[in-house]
Structure formats: C-alpha cells, structure tokens
C-alpha cells in the first residue's frame, strides 16, 4: 500500500448538552487518527412553544491558505465524509492541494478549523512536506471565497503516536477562533506508513 492508504475507526461520545460525532482519519496514510468531529444541532425550543433562534448567515468557505515562512500557497479543496462514515482526504493525485475539513468551523469563525494536507503521496512531495519546518510565531493566513483575508499566528506545533491522537485537544470544542493544520511525520511502518501525525496550531491575529 502507498502512504495514500487509509484506514480508520469511529467513535461516538455523546454528553447532556450535545451529541458529538468523532469519525477519526489519517491525514496522510493508514494508520493515523486525526479526528474531526461533527456536531449534531440541540434544538432551543423550550416546553412553552418558544422556537430556536434564526442560524447567522454562514461565512463564505475558505478558499486558499499561505504560509510565507514555508513557500507555501495553495488553493483549498472541501473535505467531508465518505459514504462510510470517513473523512475525505485530498486525493493523490492531488497532493499539493490542501483540504478543509467542512465538518468544523470556518477559519476565523469561533471553533477549530481543520486544513489537511499530505506529506507525499506516491506521486512524490506534497503540499504539506516541509509543515515540520514551520515555527512559533509564523503567519497562516487563509483567503475565503469573497476575498477576505484571515490571518492567524502559529502557538505550536506536536507530534502525536497515531494510535493516541488528541481528539479533543484539536477538534474539541471551542469559543476561540483557532487553526489547526494536520499532516503525518515521523518514522516509518513494516509497510512504509508513516506512524505520527504533526499537527501545527494557530490562533486568530
């Protein structure tokens, strides 16, 4: 298998004030587990009749992201769930394109928001491959669909054991307005998977 193969697991957690759907993935190869969760809505109507509050207008999707410090430029594809419940993945054949993850927030809007990006594909170098280069204090910034630019500082980067990626830590619940970037690092497999996932994490400027 190349390190474009994936495979994953699913998880639900589900709590008094919401239920939150965890469908891990791998960012770049089968044995990884980034998690993005999918949040169910919680009705607010109440026993008196009252209806839940109209939904704000929903920010335009994210279109590009750049990080000067690493010569990176690159449009942004939609990511969302396969048929089976999965998370998309960038295909192969496009791995110099990053994807948003459209399960989570709007970069810029309250909550995290996932980019996901290979490392290489078969095809060979990705658009992630030097994200283990990136420091703290390095600029993201992410261009939307109207042009509007929204710039983020990078707080971190981790390297996490697939096997115990930090769900919650990175795609948890959250009133900031927080980036997540995610891409597999790391030694290699008996089959030439990579067995880490580094994952860079911003904040709004």
């Not at 920010?59 to 010569?71: F, K, M, R």
């Not at 170098?125 to 992410?142: N, P, S, Y």
Request: aromatic share 6%; proline share 7%; hydrophobic share 40%.
């Amino acid at each position: 298998m190349s390190r474009t193969a994936h495979a994953f697991r699913r998880t639900v957690i589900a709590s008094a004030a919401s239920t939150l759907f965890l469908v891990p993935l791998t960012g770049c190869s089968s044995s990884g587990a980034a998690e993005p969760p999918a949040t169910a809505r919680v009705s607010d109507s109440s026993a008196d009749g009252a209806t839940e509050p109209a939904e704000r207008p929903k920010a335009p999707a994210p279109a590009q992201v750049t990080i000067p410090s690493i010569g990176v430029t690159s449009e942004l594809m939609r990511l969302g769930l396969n048929a089976d419940g999965t998370v998309e993945v960038p295909p192969a054949e496009k791995g110099m394109t990053a994807g948003w993850y459209a399960g989570g927030a709007v970069p810029g809007e309250p909550g995290a928001a996932v980019l996901i990006g290979h490392n290489d594909t078969r095809f060979g170098k990705a658009v992630f491959h030097d994200l283990k280069k990136i420091a703290k204090g390095a600029a993201v910034t992410v261009l939307d669909g109207s042009g509007r630019k929204t710039h983020f500082t990078v707080t971190g980067t981790e390297t996490v054991n697939k096997n115990s990626f930090p769900t919650q830590k990175v795609y948890g619940a959250t009133g900031e307005r927080v980036l997540r970037l995610v891409t597999c690092d790391g030694s290699f497999d008996a089959d030439g998977h990579p067995v880490d996932n580094l994952i860079v994490y911003a904040k709004l400027r």
